[in-house]
Structures are given as structure tokens and as C-alpha cells.
């Protein structure tokens, strides 16, 4: 790509001249990662307008993939302040075009690890005259992969930690290789709100906050799903809810093998009149929840942010693939059998403090840090060129692969072939998008249908 030349630094202006608009774009890769990035762009630019007298745009990118979100997701995920008709589907290679012919001011990359270190090889090899400010981080919970997810975010402006506890793991980390770790900032999850959790009389309600790929089994899927519907037959003037993240068919942030809704069709016994399964925003399942369960899901830091009685189940194992060795020293940790009983989990004050739940009332101010390090980003007359920690000197067996699969040469440059033609005519464009959706439905096909069946046949 040619570096661009037009995105130089503005003209004087006088007083009564109106400040451009901060231009932001979110690229997100599922549901779950659009909903943390839009926000996250939001929590940074909150302000901008009052501040600078400077309007704020964002729009909305999503990273064509098996788990690119479908219109009814991108709706259940809730209001995330960007218009509908800001948001389209891109490849990798049409997104750095985009960067380099709309001259976006800060580009928040709300991807997958794989993602987010193709994305900064591409923008660096944009070699533009002045570019954006990149910030990424994590949706949730950081229980695995630290190290690989850290290195393969690193070399962005900002690396947002959800914690204090995530930050002092994301700098030891950075420092143990080597590498700059400046970029490390504390902030918090970017949904977290809502109204603080009351009881009301004559409600009682236990939601179980699924989650795609945790745990795997279909074993101990069943079990889960059996002993919630136990739980619901014990207990016939509790409503019991089972909120689910995706329908059949569709993909989150992670792939979902044997789904719940599939499960219930053949527990034995049929499902109590007081068991639903429910779908839609967690913050609207929430404003009508008493008691929330789950293995490991991020829901359980949004239902602690309000307060509401929340609880980590032990029935499998603490263990680190369910993710729920995070929440030791919790005090959340309990089991099925407990909360059979009436049990319910207090959690513990200074495990709470240090894991950016902000349930004293703090949140408000958890993106300060944040927003002041993206304007002062902003404010810089040259920003120094992208420099992530793996390169092709320093992981010449590993680099390649990653920007192979988003159409990238070593060198951080597209492919041969990467960039279609442009095709002129309302006509031929709307062919190439029925032939693109048709591909696409295939492959999506072949990865939440075909792939899963192979997989079980082969461990016949």
C-alpha cells in the first residue's frame, strides 16, 4: 500500500472555527468483543465534545469471521451508542484501506490476540504520516493464556486491564521479556452499570449465566443443565432462568459445541413450568435477578457491580479450563447442594477491591486514567511508529502464520490476490455481497455443523 500523505496535522483555525470531529473506528471479531469495544470507545470519548468543543464519530467495523455477529446479536447485546448504519462487515485488508483513506483519529481493535497483532503489523506497514492512536484489551476475565494474549497485544498505545489486579499481571508479564509495558492501563469492564440490586417482595428469581465453550463435555453440560432443573422443581415458586448467549446456528466469541437449548430437548422428565430458557441483554436479566449463578462468566463481575447475591460453582472442580480458579478468595465459590439448601455467597471485600467491580460506587471515574493517556496520544505532534514485540527477527516460526490468516505477508502487507478489484455498478456490488453471504453461510456451516460431528466421530 502506498503510505498516505493527506492525513498531516490541522490547519490553524481561528477561535469561532469549529473543532473536526474525533474520528474513532471499533474493529470487533463476535458479540461479545463489539459490545466491550463500542463501549470501550465510548468510555474513552466521554467528554470529548464538552471538553474540546469537538464532536465525537464512531463507527463500527466487524471482522468477517465464523463468529461475526448477526443482526439479532449486534440488537441483544443492547445500546452501545454507535447508529446502526455506522456498522459494516469488513476483511482485514479492507479495514487497513478504510484506516488509511478516512484518516481515523483512534482505533480501538476489540479482536481476538491472533487479531489484534495483524492488525498493528498492517497499520505500521501503512507507514502513514500520522496515524491513529490504537488501543485494545479484553473483554472479561483473563483466566487463560495470559502470556500468548499479552505478547500478541503488545505493541499497541494503550493495553486496557479490566483490573488492578489484571494490570500488575499484564506489566509483570510485558517486563519479563523485555518489552515496554507502558502501554499497560488500568481501567474496568465497560458495561458495567445498572441500577443496585433491591429485592422486591413476591420476586424470586435464580439466573444461570451460560457459557459457550465452559465447560466443554457434553457430560458435564447435561449436569449443569440437569441439576438447574432440579433445582427448579425443588424449589416451584422460584422462576428459574437459564440465559443463553446465542441461538443455535449462531457464534460468539467462542465456538459452542452442544448448545443448552439442544440439551433441554432431551433431558428426561421435560423441562418444570417454572424453568425458562431467555435470551436478550444481561443487563435487563439482571435488573430482575436474585440470585445469579454460573461457572466462570464475566456476568458474574456485572451481577457483583450491582451487588446482587452471586455464586461460582464448584460441582466440576475448581480448575483452571472452567476459568473458575479465578474467583478464589472470592467467597463466591459454592455448589449446587448449598444452593439447594439456601446457601448464598458473600463476597469478599478486598478480592472485590482489586477486581474493577467498582461496587462502592467508584466506576465513574475507573476510565480517567484512560482517557487522559488516548487525548495526551492525541495531543502528540508524531506519534512513534507501531512497534509490537513479536516481529519477523524475534519470531520468525510464529508471526507468519498469524498474518497469513488475515491475508498479510511478513511484512505486514497484503497478500497477492488479498484485494479485490474494485467492481463498478450497484449491480455487480450486490452480486459480489450475495456470493460473499453465501460463502460465508457456508463456512459457518461447516464450522458449527460439520466440524463438531467429524470431531465426535473421531473419538468413537
Known sequence: MPPRTSNTAEPARTPAEPRPALRVAVLADSDTRWKWGALTARRLTDGADERGARPVEVSGLLLRGRATPTPRQLAEV?????????????????????????GYDVVVLALVGGGVQAMLHGLAALNLERRPVVVTGYVGVVYEKLADGLLLRHGADVVLA?????????????????????????????FLGGAPYRAEEGRDTVVFAAQPSVPASRAD????????????????????????????GEHTTHIEELPYQKLAQRLPGGLPPNFRLVY?????????????????????????HRRIPTAVLTDLGVREPLGNHHFVGSGLLTSWDRLDGGFRPRPDGQWLAGQGVAADGSYGTTYDTARAKVTALLDTAQLPPLAPYYTPATASGYLP???????????????????????????????????????????????????PVIRRMGEL
Not at 499484564?170 to 521479556?177: K, S, T
Not at 498474518?403 to 450497484?426: I, N, S, Y
Open 401 to 451: 502464520g498469524i498474518l497469513a490468516r488475515h491475508h498479510l505477508a511478513p511484512d505486514g502487507t497484503p497478500l497477492p490476490g488479498a484485494v479485490a478489484p474494485q467492481e463498478p455498478g450497484r449491480v455487480r456490488g450486490a452480486v459480489r455481497e450475495t456470493v460473499r453471504n453465501a460463502a460465508r453461510g457456508a463456512y459457518r456451516h461447516g464450522v458449527q455443523r460439520v466440524a
Open 280 to 304: 436478550g441483554h444481561m443487563g435487563e436479566v439482571l435488573d430482575r435477578t436474585d440470585l445469579l449463578v454460573t461457572v466462570s462468566s464475566t456476568a458474574a463481575l456485572e451481577s457483583l
Open 162 to 190: 479490566n483490573s488492578a489486579h489484571d494490570a500488575e499481571r499484564f506489566r509483570a508479564v510485558y517486563e519479563g521479556v523485555g518489552a515496554d509495558a507502558s502501554a499497560v492501563t488500568e481501567a474496568a469492564l465497560p
Open 78 to 102: 443492547g445500546e452501545v451508542g454507535i447508529e446502526a448504519e455506522r456498522v459494516r462487515e469488513v476483511t482485514a485488508v479492507e479495514f487497513l484501506h478504510t484506516v488509511r483513506d478516512e
Open 221 to 248: 453440560r447435561t449436569y449443569l443443565l440437569r441439576r438447574l432443573v432440579e433445582h427448579a422443581r425443588l424449589h416451584p415458586r422460584r422462576e428459574v432462568l437459564l440465559k443463553l448467549r446465542s441461538k443455535p
